[in-house]
């Protein structure tokens, strides 16, 4: 009988702390015969509880305790002369294209790029690309590179070196907005260079590029011009100039879905820069 009177006390002990347990849970404990709510007792004080994140937070902020830490991106030099021809193995070229995008004709040659599954270098000017962010998203998607041409397109030699700043400011965020990342490469108006540009360029993590081949396309010397001075000029690791806005550009389009066929079938790869130690 002693036996059972422990078993049965012990279950309503068990049965007493389930109750209890159950309540807390709840966060309403019961007093008194009248049942009024009371609240439980603050928890001690210490680091406040993270709320819990959202799904897609999870994304926006995975776990970074795995893996190697990534290098830092390496320093771009200072240059005292902007780069005129790319390495590369074979019969390499790059097509660049400066002052755009232009709506009149930015697509047309966008059109005939992807035709043949070739990539370009567009130098945009930040106020072009403002007003035409689709276009640089465009490129983005198509694989090609965007660079920096200044804001306004001026002389940099007669400018001081806070409008310099802000002429390359001012671009490269436009850049990173639409197109998705910071340009690399940068470009002075005229090829009008001076210390000031190639510091400038280099704190923005930009590398100065040039041209080997001018087609001199913005003189507007007919379609058959343009494409001679090109095709005569082809070269491994030429850097060809050319406009995609500024003027009437028609006959750099036409010129275009001229040479850039030829080139391919002359066995020249047509690709984009590339920098070996970022």
């Known amino acids: 009988m002693q036996k059972d009177q422990l078993l049965t006390r012990r279950r309503a002990l068990l049965a007493g702390a389930v109750a209890a347990a159950a ?15 009371v609240r439980p007792a603050a928890p ?31 320093r771009v030099p200072v240059r005292s002369e902007p780069l005129l021809r790319m390495p590369g193995r074979g019969r390499t070229m790059l097509l660049t294209f400066d002052d755009g995008p232009d709506p009149r004709y930015t697509p047309d040659i966008l059109d005939t790029l992807a035709k043949y599954e ?18 640089l ?13 200044t804001w306004t397109h001026p002389l940099l030699t007669q400018l001081t070196r806070k409008r310099i700043r802000s ?5 490269s965020e436009v850049i990173q907005k639409a197109y998705g990342e910071a340009p690399r490469w940068f470009r002075a108006p005229y090829g009008a260079w001076n210390r000031a540009a190639f510091q400038l360029g280099s704190e923005l993590g930009m590398e100065p590029l040039a041209w080997t081949v001018d087609s001199l396309d913005w003189t507007v010397p007919g379609t ?31 010129a275009l879905r001229s040479y850039l066929p030829r080139l391919l079938d002359e066995g020249y790869h047509l690709t984009v820069p590339t920098r070996p130690y970022t």
């Open 224 to 254: 058959g011009t343009i494409v001679g001075r090109i095709e005569d000029g082809a070269a491994p690791g030429v850097v060809v100039l050319s406009h995609d806005a500024g003027g009437d550009r028609s006959q750099s389009v036409r």
């Open 167 to 171: 002429e390359m400011e001012r671009t």
């Open 118 to 135: 070739v990539r370009a270098t567009f130098m945009v000017c930040g106020e072009m690309a403002d007003w035409n962010r689709g276009l």
């Open 44 to 74: 001690a004080q210490g680091a406040p509880a993270r709320p819990p994140l959202a799904p897609s937070a999870y994304r926006l902020a995975p776990l970074t305790g795995y893996g190697a830490p990534r290098p830092a991106p390496r």
């Open 23 to 37: 309540a807390g849970t709840a966060g309403v404990l019961t007093a008194g015969r009248d049942r009024t709510p």
């Open 137 to 149: 998203a465009r490129m983005a998607d198509e694989g090609h590179v965007v660079g920096n041409h």
